[in-house]
């Protein structure tokens, strides 16, 4: 039998959506939480069982690239983990890459897009574009995989087969952040190789980039820290301003990367680490439900959280008038 998801019937109530005080719809997933020692603090669900994390995957990809010898500092490092919203500062960093290798956009394989941001969007329509590589919001880690490839003299044009020596490396860097072995290999929307694993290896893997020091004794960590911290430094780079993990990570110093189908992974300056999976694919409640696991966990403050809802698109309308909310609701 193939790999799948946890079922419905392992799966928890993790947030509702409530409208004129009615729930109108709820929302089920796991989730798991670590404490600063690396210890299971909260389990909810089916943890244990694997996922594809999808765009969560991105850190470990991203230190994967710095440890093929691929020199990324700063926005740059930033960008090869980022699901960008393609704004014009996101485009001309990901150039900056690919000027790396003496490439072109036309080297990126990553399927033709719009950018996210819709000001972004309206203006590329407005000036006669049509969608493109450079647009979709995994260009950046593309464009460092096709630098390390430059780095090491590996084949450009098969950068995203399974088998490639750049894919090998990056399979390597997870089991080894993950301390699990991949149980099943897929495509990902951008074309990448993703790889299943538990929430709670995940986690693991998460809070180990999270918590690494650039005095580490191993390059492994120290290019972890590298990443970490100037993912903190430059947060409007791995999503977008006004988005929500740029605002997660400005505002609470949280590092926190979504990804499709309702997969969330988030690590207070403690270490405490929250992944979770929305079992509908919805990302809609994915934040609101990690935050809250961090504040009951006492890695955030409830306050800072609660004033940051607001941001957050949270609102239930009517009429364009707020009525109800999407909110956690777990046990």
Same mark, same amino acid.
């Given at each position: 039998?193939?790999?799948?998801?946890?079922?419905?019937?392992?799966?928890?109530?993790?947030?509702?959506?409530?409208?004129?005080?009615?729930?109108?719809?709820?929302?089920?997933?796991?989730?798991?939480?670590?404490?600063?020692?690396?210890?299971?603090?909260?389990?909810?669900? #089916?943890?244990?069982?694997?996922?594809?994390?999808?765009?969560?995957?991105?850190?470990?990809?991203?230190?994967?690239?710095?440890?093929?010898?691929?020199?990324?500092?700063?926005?740059?490092?930033?960008?090869?983990?980022?699901?960008?919203?393609?704004?014009?500062?996101?485009?001309?960093?990901?150039?900056?890459?690919?000027?790396?290798?003496?490439?072109?956009?036309?080297?990126?394989?990553?399927?033709?897009?719009?950018?996210?941001?819709?000001?972004?969007?309206?203006?590329?329509?407005?000036?006669?574009? %049509?969608? %493109?590589?450079?647009?979709?919001?995994?260009?950046?880690?593309?464009?460092?995989?096709?630098?390390?490839?430059?780095?090491?003299?590996?084949?450009?044009?098969?950068?995203?087969?399974?088998?490639?020596?750049? %894919?090998?490396?990056?399979?390597?860097?997870?089991?080894?952040?993950?301390?699990?072995?991949?149980?099943? /290999?897929?495509?990902?929307?951008?074309?990448?190789? =993703?790889?299943?694993?538990?929430?709670? #290896?995940?986690?693991?893997?998460?809070?180990?980039?999270?918590?690494?020091?650039?005095?580490?004794?191993?390059?492994?960590?120290?290019?972890?820290?590298?990443?970490?911290?100037?993912?903190?430094?430059?947060?409007?780079?791995?999503?977008?301003?006004?988005?929500?993990?740029?605002? =997660?990570?400005?505002?609470?110093? =949280?590092?926190?990367?979504?990804?499709?189908?309702?997969?969330?992974?988030?690590?207070?300056?403690?270490?405490?680490?929250?992944?979770?999976?929305?079992?509908?694919?919805?990302?809609? #409640? @994915? /934040?609101?439900?990690?935050?809250?696991?961090? #504040?009951?966990?006492?890695?955030?403050?409830? @306050?800072?959280?609660?004033?940051?809802?607001?941001?957050?698109?949270? @609102?239930?309308?009517?009429?364009?008038?707020?009525?109800?909310?999407?909110? @956690?609701?777990?046990?």
């Amino acid at each position: 039998m193939s790999a799948a998801v946890f079922s419905g019937a392992e799966a928890v109530e993790l947030a509702v959506v409530e409208r004129s005080g009615f729930v109108e719809s709820r929302h089920v997933g796991s989730a798991v939480v670590l404490g600063p020692d690396g210890a299971i603090a909260r389990s909810l669900g #089916a943890p244990e069982k694997p996922v594809f994390p999808r765009s969560t995957m991105k850190p470990f990809q991203a230190v994967a690239i710095l440890g093929a010898g691929v020199a990324l500092e700063g926005a740059r490092a930033v960008l090869a983990t980022a699901s960008h919203a393609g704004t014009p500062a996101h485009l001309s960093v990901v150039r900056t890459i690919l000027a790396q290798a003496q490439l072109s956009t036309d080297a990126l394989l990553c399927p033709p897009d719009w950018p996210l941001d819709s000001a972004a969007r309206d203006d590329a329509i407005r000036a006669g574009e %049509q969608k %493109q590589p450079l647009f979709m919001n995994c260009s950046g880690k593309h464009a460092a995989m096709l630098v390390a490839c430059r780095v090491n003299g590996w084949p450009l044009e098969s950068y995203l087969d399974p088998q490639h020596p750049l %894919q090998h490396h990056i399979r390597d860097t997870v089991e080894r952040l993950t301390g699990e072995k991949v149980v099943a /290999t897929g495509v990902d929307g951008c074309g990448a190789p =993703v790889h299943a694993m538990s929430l709670v #290896a995940l986690a693991r893997g998460i809070q180990r980039i999270a918590t690494a020091s650039d005095g580490s004794p191993f390059a492994l960590y120290r290019n972890a820290a590298l990443l970490k911290n100037a993912v903190l430094a430059d947060g409007w780079a791995i999503d977008g301003p006004g988005r929500a993990n740029t605002v =997660v990570i400005d505002e609470l110093g =949280v590092f926190a990367k979504g990804g499709a189908e309702g997969v969330m992974v988030m690590a207070a300056p403690d270490g405490t680490t929250v992944t979770l999976k929305m079992l509908d694919g919805s990302l809609r #409640a @994915a /934040t609101v439900v990690g935050l809250s696991l961090l #504040a009951d966990a006492g890695a955030v403050d409830r @306050a800072a959280v609660d004033a940051l809802l607001p941001r957050l698109d949270l @609102a239930v309308l009517g009429r364009g008038e707020p009525v109800g909310e999407i909110r @956690a609701a777990y046990v």
